[in-house]
Structure formats: C-alpha cells, structure tokens
C-alpha cells in the first residue's frame, strides 16, 4: 500500500488549501482514511479522520474550519482548510488505517505554512 499525497504550499492568515492523498495497492474496503500534522517540536497530532462509511472525527482546533472528504472509488482522501491560522503550520501527513488487520500506512508529509 502506498500514499500519494498532494497540496499544500504558503498562504496568507485567512486562506484557504486543500490537500489530497490518492492510495494505491491492496486496498481494504473497510478503513479509515485521515489527516495527521507535525510542527517543529510538536507531536504528530490527528487532524481529521473519515471513515470509509462517511463518519468523520475532527481536532477541536479545527471544527468549523476544516472538512474532510472521501472518494471511496478513487481511494482518495481529501482536507479542505479555510480560516487557516499560523498555529496550522506544519507537516501534514495522510494516514490510512485497516479496520479488519489494523495495519497502518502514512504518506510523505505536505508543507503547510500560514504566513503574512
């Protein structure tokens, strides 16, 4: 299994980004698909989490603000970040997690900095 993801870049206090995460090979039908983020000297932390049935889990750092999609046909996963904030820089990371094996699997990290 492996994870593509895609997006991110520099944008201003207020912005918007939206990122993606395409996963490849053997792909379990029951999952969870999620966004995780690290900043420097700060542990990884969950973002947001979508379940392959549509149930979706947010950081309170971020309700309101972020929204967290799927693609089931396309394995894709997706995070649409408005309002962004400096605090919302970091590495963001795509996760996908097995149900039945628990196995886990991370993409390479995006770059996401908010700044003036």
């Known amino acids: 299994v492996q994870l593509q993801a895609s997006g991110g870049g520099l944008v201003q206090p207020g912005g918007s980004l939206s990122l993606s995460c395409v996963a490849s090979g053997s792909i379990l039908s029951f999952n969870v698909m999620g966004w995780y983020r690290q900043a420097p000297g700060k542990q990884r932390e969950l973002v947001a989490s979508i379940t392959s049935g549509g149930n979706t889990n947010y950081a309170d750092s971020v309700k309101g603000r972020f929204t967290i999609s799927r693609d089931n046909a396309k394995n894709t996963v997706y995070l649409q970040m408005n309002s962004l904030k400096p605090e919302d820089t970091a590495v963001y990371y795509c996760?996908?997690?097995?149900?039945?094996?628990?196995?886990?699997?991370w993409g390479q990290g995006t770059q996401v900095t908010v700044s003036s």
């Open positions: 996760n996908l997690r097995f149900i039945a094996t628990r196995s886990v699997y």
